[in-house]
Nanobody
Framework: VQLVESGGGLAQPGGSLRLSCAAS????????LGWYRQRPGKGRELVAD????????NYSEFVKDRFTLSRDNTKRTVYLQMNSLNPEDTAVYYC??????????WGQGTQVIVAS
């Protein structure tokens, strides 16, 4: 399984960034594909994911109405549009893929820094 992340970087408070993750090399029929993040000194937490084939998207409370998760027609690439960023969103963002049966795959992580 390969998870190729792109995006991230530096944004000002109130700004926007877009992350993408392309997943390949798997044969799961049912899976969750999305993003976790790990803020400095904190544990890893779910940001958003989408479950195929149910087409259910989950968002954590702290990103609702600010972040939007979408995917392409292959359902193997997801995009996380992050708007209204604030310093508390500073974290390493990890793409993850789970077969919802105990198998998890992680990307290498991409740094997001929100600072003026």
């Amino acid at each position: 399984v390969q998870l190729v992340e792109s995006g991230g970087g530096l944004a000002q408070p109130g700004g926007s960034l877009r992350l993408s993750c392309a997943a390949s090399g798997f044969t799961y029929d049912t899976y969750a594909l999305g993003w976790y993040r790990q803020r400095p000194g904190k544990g890893r937490e779910l940001v958003a994911d989408i479950i195929t084939p149910l087409d259910i998207t989950n968002y954590s409370e702290f990103v609702k109405d600010r972040f939007t998760l979408s995917r392409d027609n292959t359902k193997r690439t997801v995009y996380l549009q992050m708007n209204s960023l604030n310093p508390e969103d500073t974290a390493v963002y990890y793409c993850y893929l789970s077969n919802l049966g105990g198998v998890e795959n992680w990307g290498q992580g991409t740094q997001v820094i929100v600072a003026s």
